[in-house]
């Protein structure tokens, strides 16, 4: 995800007046929240994890300060 794109769902989030959201940018994880290296289809297959471990701690802990 780009940049730009975490910066839109910054702005409606904002408009909406959600003030419980984080935006970040993960390195080498995908959309669906697997570790991948290219970005191609090719990595869900080849990939052993179905969550990554990196993004789950950082939605847990999110959850934690949040609620």
Known sequence: ????NLE???????TAKN???ATIKLKDINHIFQ????GLPADYNANETSFSLRALELI???LK???
Request: no cysteine; proline share 0%; glycine share 0%.
């Open 1 to 4: 995800m780009t940049d730009k």
């Open 8 to 14: 839109a769902i910054a702005s409606h989030l904002q």
């Open 19 to 21: 003030r419980h959201y």
């Open 35 to 38: 570790d991948a290296t290219s």
């Open 60 to 62: 847990v802990n999110w």
């Open 65 to 67: 300060i949040t609620l």
